[in-house]
């Protein structure tokens, strides 16, 4: 299983910038999916997060500027980032979970930088 994040750049505060990770390989079905940070001399923490049935979860920081959403097709998840604050700066990592027979799994991505600055 392999996770493939994109989407991250330099950003003015204010501005949008949209994420996707694309997953590859053998999963039968992903459960869940969701979007974790972490900033220099932080602890890496949940940013949102998404389940099999559509339902959304979201730290209280970034409610009502991002919001996530997957396509189940591709198995893609997408995070899409509005009003960046300077405080969201970070390496954002993508994250699943799925099972395999009866064993679950949780896989993460690379990372894609974050960088909102003016």
């Known amino acids: 299983v392999q996770l493939q994040a994109s989407g991250g750049g330099l950003v003015q505060p204010g501005g949008s910038l949209r994420l996707s990770c694309a997953v590859s390989?053998?999963?039968?079905?992903?459960?869940?999916m969701g979007w974790y940070r972490q900033a220099p001399g932080k602890q890496r923490e949940s940013v949102a997060s998404?389940?099999?049935?559509?339902?959304?979860s979201y730290a209280d920081s970034v409610k009502g500027r991002f919001t996530i959403s997957r396509d189940g097709a591709k198995n893609t998840v997408y995070l899409q980032m509005n009003m960046l604050k300077p405080e969201d700066a970070a390496v954002y990592y993508c994250?699943?979970?799925?099972?395999?027979?009866?064993?679950?799994?949780?896989?993460w991505g690379q990372g894609t930088l974050v960088t909102v600055s003016s």
């Open positions: 994250n699943i979970g799925y099972y395999s027979g009866t064993q679950y799994f949780s896989s």
């Open positions: 390989g053998s999963i039968f079905s992903i459960n869940n």
């Open positions: 998404i389940n099999s049935g559509g339902r959304t």
